[in-house]
């Protein structure tokens, strides 16, 4: 288990969340690694908390695909694989295509501007290097349009899934050539919520989540290897 491993502490949050950031920020990072074990006492023992926000904190990180628990054997730092990438995607693809063509009638003129100004906000992040703030400023991207669709279900249901996408989504960001690519898919997405054009744009959300998964599908066999 990493030497380093350090709460990250947040006054407004409580101790699960703060557990929980703690341990989803190490594994994003790759301080925890894949198949690493996550014995609640070391853990508890390493932050100075005691079990219960420890077991609290896993079972959110199972929510978000990044643990697993294995009968008689306890939880462990959740390994990648194609299928459990390819299933989450083939979901967000479908969802995405649904909130587009929904956000495509609804979207206002303040939301467009907003949805500009966060696309320039993204690309100004990609200049910084640092993973996580550019990650952020993509889910603020999406958000926006998801919120567009005036649709709190489907909204609630893509934030979830967000979740479990979110590791996935961090390894397609640390790889800096897939900057334009991302840039120029933002700028196409806005183009088509600009122009109400449905078939412009759904294929526009279809290409953006293709091009992840062959990027990351590449990533996890080279890991594999």
């Not at 709190?152 to 979110?166: D, F, G, P, W």
């Not at 290409?207 to 599908?217: E, F, G, I, S």
Request: charged fraction near 35%; proline fraction near 2%.
């Amino acid at each position: 288990m990493t030497e380093d491993l350090t709460l990250n502490m947040n006054a407004y949050l409580p101790l699960r969340d703060v557990v929980f950031n703690t341990l989803r920020e190490a594994i994003l990072k790759g301080e925890l690694k894949p198949g690493e074990r996550l014995m609640e006492l070391q853990l508890a023992a390493k932050l100075g908390v005691s079990r219960t926000p420890i077991r609290e904190a896993i079972r959110m990180l199972e929510q978000e695909g990044l643990a697993v628990t294995i009968p008689r054997k306890g939880a462990e730092v959740a390994r990648m694989t194609e299928k459990d990438m390819e299933d989450v995607l083939q979901i967000r693809d479908a969802l995405d295509e649904l909130a587009a063509s929904i956000a495509c009638e609804q979207i206002s003129e303040e939301e467009l501007a907003e949805l500009r100004h966060t696309m320039h906000e993204f690309e100004e992040s990609t200049k910084t290097g640092d993973v996580k703030r550019i990650a952020e400023a993509d889910v603020r991207f999406h958000d926006i349009i998801y919120h567009a669709t005036r649709n709190v279900k489907l909204e609630n249901m893509l934030n979830n899934l967000r979740e479990q996408m979110y590791r996935y989504r961090v390894e397609y960001l640390k790889d800096e050539k897939n900057f334009p690519i991302l840039i120029r898919e933002h700028s196409q997405i806005v183009e088509g919520l600009t122009a109400k054009d449905k078939t412009m744009l759904t294929a526009a959300m279809h290409k953006h989540v293709m091009n992840q998964a062959t990027a990351v599908k590449e990533m996890i066999r080279e890991q594999e290897k």
